[in-house]
């Protein structure tokens, strides 16, 4: 992958739970030390996030900059037609009027600072 893109790794609910609560961490942990987002079709819950975080801990290091949640809730009505085109495209995804993106610190911080600029290419093989 070239240095100015991203990849993000979808992850249904159902794979949240089929694998034991170590495999995943270690999955999710794996893909954001790659630099990758990890996005999940769901709110995860406070426990959850508090036991990845957790695992997270045992991973820190001077090349690995820690893990960062954001939750997007698309459940209130759009008023834009983009907005809308957006909720539509989420819904047709993931099937849920939440998410939650786990990444890298500097990059979920950054779409925290202005979640506006969040924006996606999708390329078919």
């Not at 030390?33 to 045992?58: A, C, D, H, R, Y």
């Not at 998410?99 to 600029?117: E, V």
Request: aromatic letters at 8%; zero cysteines.
């Amino acid at each position: 992958m070239k240095d100015n893109q991203l990849k993000i790794v979808f992850l249904p609910t159902n794979k949240l739970y089929d694998k034991g609560e170590t495999d995943i961490f270690k999955k999710i942990i794996s893909e954001v030390q790659q630099g990758n987002i990890v996005l999940v079709e769901k709110n995860i819950s406070p426990l959850f996030e508090g036991q990845l975080i957790k695992e997270t801990m045992k991973n820190v290091s001077d090349t690995f900059e820690g893990i960062e949640f954001i939750r997007l809730d698309i459940s209130e009505k759009n008023k834009s037609t983009l907005e809308s085109i957006k909720t539509m495209l989420s819904k047709f995804l993931v099937g849920e009027r939440a998410l939650t993106l786990i990444g890298p610190s500097s990059i979920i911080k950054n779409i925290k600072r202005d979640p506006n600029t969040i924006g996606m290419y999708i390329n078919f093989k």
